[in-house]
């Protein structure tokens, strides 16, 4: 699956949206990525998966886990795993941190790729590294549908997108003349400032 299929997965589904936006790391954009809307199609959500982990497989090989940031890459971190045929699980911020948690662990020197949903700044995935990292784990990758950077970001382990667009993003003080005066719309869901 080439990136321009991917993007097409979200076009298709209504999920690549232009207008006033408010991301998670608190800057503003006029292009939002909504993967919320992509999941609401198991289908979809298959496809994008299965070539993610495709694309995955090629590059990195013995994967010992699968681990996913909650709340939003939980499908997409499960989806990928189960085509990679490795155990999956995921992290949740406990105290503003991520954790394992659940009963969840993993043995030290396991080997795991942390899947992500979108990458932007980064800041979530180079906050799950860690965790996994502090867990024991060694990080073998990051793969991700959608790298908004377009490549630009670096969160500690090599990025493996299966689709890479590069997203302006803006201060709040310091916007565009096109997004001035025009109302803002804050779809994620994270809440933490970069």
Known sequence: ?????ALKEFEEAGALMKGHFILSSGLHSDTYLNKSIVSMYPDRAERLCRALAEKIAA????IDYVVSPAMGAIIYGYETARH???PFMFLERV??????RRGFSIEAGARVVVVEDIVSTGLSAREAIHAVKKAGGEVLAL?????????GVDVGAPIIPLAEI????WEPDNLPPH????????PGSRGVSQ
Do not use: H, N, Y
Request: overall charge negative; hydrophobic content about 35%.
């Open 1 to 5: 699956m080439k990136s321009f299929d």
């Open 59 to 62: 590059q990195v090989k013995d």
């Open 84 to 86: 990679l045929k490795a």
């Open 95 to 100: 105290d503003g941190e991520f954790q394992l």
């Open 143 to 151: 793969g991700c549908l959608v790298d908004r950077s377009g490549g």
């Open 166 to 169: 590069k997203v302006e993003a």
């Open 179 to 186: 997004l001035e005066g025009t109302p803002a719309i804050k």
